[in-house]
């Protein structure tokens, strides 16, 4: 199983900034363009959350003690998680009631849409970030308890998507949407909720917990500065 990405540099790499850095940003942009395309009072809006997640997996990872190298190379294979999306009927998004059964089932698809996206296009590419992409793409829905999207289990899931998992479902739990109610969607909130609703049944503990203590650090921050 693949560990963190340490043998090359996003950055310096030449097929990473020839090859997937384009790609990357002309995904994002594509996703941008279908968000513009669904109504007007959407909440959750996919090439927003795609840069929040990919921000919050780099933070992590230098909280974690990772290097500055390994965190870039991970910011970069998050932000096109969500790309198979913009593969979905628009009205697959937007309704107010809660997703269950067979709509759920289709949104969850986005998983393996983007991973034939990105097999489609570098078929002849062999890169550890390739790799790594597809394995976070794939896989950001899986649980350790074998009950995610694919089924797999925990022993079958890297760290990189351990993390990514963990830093997706909690953007996911902060956006407001129709379907929440009045449930409080504050981080201390969001937090409390990933670790006694979901617990070590869904998520890698030691690796929500180091999201958690980078998290709220950034909360007490964020709020101490509005107080003053």
Request: glycine share 4%; proline share 6%.
């Amino acid at each position: 199983m693949p560990g963190w990405p340490d043998t090359f540099d996003f950055d310096t790499d030449p097929v990473c900034q020839t090859q997937f850095k384009p790609f990357i940003k002309e995904e994002l942009a594509s996703l941008r363009a279908y968000d513009d395309e669904r109504p007007d009072e959407k909440t959750y809006i996919f090439h927003q959350h795609a840069a929040r997640v990919a921000k919050d997996v780099k933070k992590t990872c230098l909280h974690l003690g990772l290097s500055s190298i390994t965190a870039n190379n991970m910011y970069w294979a998050a932000l096109p998680h969500d790309i198979g999306k913009r593969l979905l009927p628009l009205d697959m998004w937007d309704s107010e009631e809660k997703p269950t059964g067979e709509i759920k089932k289709v949104r969850r698809m986005h998983t393996l849409l983007g991973v034939q996206i990105v097999e489609d296009l570098f078929s002849d590419v062999e890169h550890p970030f390739k790799d790594l992409m597809i394995d976070i793409m794939a896989h950001h829905h899986e649980q350790l308890d074998s009950k995610g999207t694919l089924g797999k289990s925990g022993e079958d899931l890297s760290q990189p998507v351990r993390l990514a998992a963990i830093v997706e479902a909690y953007d996911g739990y902060r956006i407001w949407r129709p379907h929440f109610g009045d449930r409080d969607i504050s981080p201390p909130a969001v937090l409390n909720r990933m670790r006694e609703e979901k617990g070590p049944e869904i998520y890698d503990m030691d690796l929500l917990e180091a999201f958690a203590e980078m998290k709220i650090n950034e909360y007490n921050i964020i709020k101490t500065f509005e107080e003053n």
